[in-house]
């Protein structure tokens, strides 16, 4: 089976200018778990996914060992990215996301994702994006062959 049989084409797009608190405000009433950062001249400029905006906002332990205060006052949180929230999505988003071809065997692009621990790949044919690989393509499809 061939990766764009299974081609999601259904997903959302932010303009790169969009900012950080309204890409989060998108993911929460849209129940979005990824989404694409398209130019205006349609090139795609990366990926923001739930994890990248996860990762932004929440300090990791070496972090936290430096600013406990972050496990006992949330709003040392905000303190923390008060900044984060205005500055446009281009600047969090994974820039140049690995993709996978439309032609490529759909192993061949599920091995890519579990050696990356990606959960959605963006698919080209003839240089062209026509949507995007998700786990749950591959689930649905591969796994219960529905």
């Known amino acids: 089976m061939k990766v764009k049989e299974l081609v ?3 997903f959302y797009i932010f303009d790169p200018e969009t900012p950080f608190k309204k890409v989060v405000e998108d993911f929460i009433a849209l129940k979005l778990n990824f989404g694409l950062v398209v130019t205006l001249q349609n090139e795609v400029a990366g990926i923001i996914t739930s994890s990248v905006l996860f990762n932004a906002v929440f300090p990791d ?3 936290i060992r430096e ?3 972050y496990i006992f006052d949330l709003r040392s949180i905000d303190e923390r990215n008060k900044n984060l929230y205005d500055k446009p ?3 969090i988003m994974t820039k140049n996301p690995e993709y996978v071809n439309a032609n490529q065997s759909v192993v061949d692009a599920a091995a890519i994702m579990k050696s990356f621990k990606f959960k959605q790949l963006p698919v080209i044919e003839n240089g062209v994006f026509i949507g995007i690989l998700t786990i749950q393509d591959l689930i649905s499809r591969v796994i219960l062959h529905s």
């Open 8 to 10: 999601t084409k259904d």
């Open 61 to 63: 332990y070496n972090e």
């Open 67 to 69: 600013h406990s205060e």
């Open 89 to 91: 999505i281009k600047e």
